[in-house]
DNA sequence: AGTGGCTAACCAACCGATCGGTCTATTGAG
DNA sequence: CTCAATAGACCGATCGGTTGGTTAGCCACT
């Protein structure tokens, strides 16, 4: 199936349980059905990890790298509300291109383990706690220099983000449209918005249509 | 186990399910396990539901009509949005009280189920665009009287309620304390207050501590 | 009132398939 | 020749589901 050449059989093994695991969770994805897609046999699954639990927390590492450097990669930006502008639209991107299908490892991981497998939770806590935390630095420094309102703490706030973007994630899977997400989205930089002394209701929402930083390919549906 | 006396056999089955999928999702509850966990026998599992997917398909219905029964409930307030603050309460509340293990089981049902099941799905979906359609509709309400902020399209709002509710839930679940969900209901508050003309920023976080009508008993951790 | 028959409800042995995982044999590059 | 890497037969356990048989309560008929 997805069987790239010029991969190792290790690599290959991590890439097809990522795909899998995403679609349907680590639980419904068998290990007959990861070598498959590798397009291994079982001896060389179980040569090159002892169990298929520790595959699976292979998977999780190597993603959790990956999401922690674009998360990085995308604030860097001249400023910070700049910086999580790209984040989003880097986001929403990456579920467009996958046409909501599988939605976010994270998200999924976390709610099909966090009552029953500890040594998956571990991982999945780190990592949004890591996401909280970058998020909520780039807050604080918009606060500091006005670009985000002031009056709600940034702690919280980078907690509602992260919610949000899970939330809505999982309401474009459902809904197989970016619609639900890329509304969490711009209501989240609306929320961000300092609030202006005079202003007032009734204009705010896609105020100036230029300087839109998410991009907003039309969608065939809805 | 759960095992309540006074109840049907098929009740108890209902009910065991319900619980278990809550917490480890349907794909990883066995019929063993549910059958252990009602007291009942295999032979009496399948006399009363003729597939394991079959009873998944009931709890959801039953918790369906639950839920959406609830949500009327809380939404039926003095005002829209007093309603809508007796909803977040609600289910603050519902969650706290089981200490915030087993989650949504929308949310979890939609992430496991959503690319893959498709009968599981088409109820979920439904759920979803109820609840969201609810929620909309209080809103717009709300934006009538003035209650509100007028500029943010009620659909889209709605859709971001849920979606923070969903992610709130999740990180609050993993992380055992109802901070994450607490914080995101709060943030939603502030989000729905219409555009004060004179506000100025850096005074609004938890301003009238008195008036507050989300409960919030204090953590012990955090 | 007694009794034979009917059926809803339940029980437990059993089924093939598949699960995660082991083991031994074979391959092929250095 | 060596040994990392692969192949695939095989293992016990468990999966979802089936089957035949045992209750217990009710109803009709004498």
């Known amino acids: 199936m997805s069987m790239k050449v010029g991969q190792t059989t290790r690599d290959r093994l991590i890439d097809a349980s990522y795909q899998l695991a995403r679609r349907q969770g680590f639980n419904r994805t068998s290990v007959s059905e990861v070598m498959k897609a590798a397009g291994v046999t079982k001896g060389s699954f179980f040569f090159h990890f002892p169990s298929k639990e520790s595959l699976g927390l292979v998977v999780l590492k190597r993603d959790r790298e990956e999401f922690l450097t674009m998360i990085d990669a995308s604030l860097a930006a001249a400023t910070p509300l700049q910086g999580i502008e790209r984040f989003f639209a880097k986001a929403l991107k990456k579920h ?11 998200g999924n991981t976390a709610l099909e383990m966090c009552d029953s497998n500890s040594s998956f939770t571990e991982i999945v806590v780190g ?21 985000i309102r002031r009056d709600l703490p940034p702690e919280v706030l980078a907690q509602m983000i992260v919610a949000s973007i899970e939330g809505g994630i999982m309401l474009s899977r459902l809904a197989k449209k970016a619609g639900p997400l890329k509304g969490c989205l711009k209501m989240l930089m609306t929320l961000l918005q300092p609030i202006a002394m005079g202003r007032s209701p009734g204009e705010q929402w896609m105020p100036e249509s230029k300087q839109r ?10």
């Open 96 to 106: 467009r291109e996958t046409g909501f299908i599988g939605g976010c490892l994270w």
């Open 127 to 147: 990592v949004f706690k890591e996401w909280t935390a970058k998020m909520s630095k780039a807050i604080r420094a918009g606060q500091a220099c006005g670009q």
């Open 213 to 222: 930083s998410i991009p907003h390919r039309q969608e065939k549906s809805e």
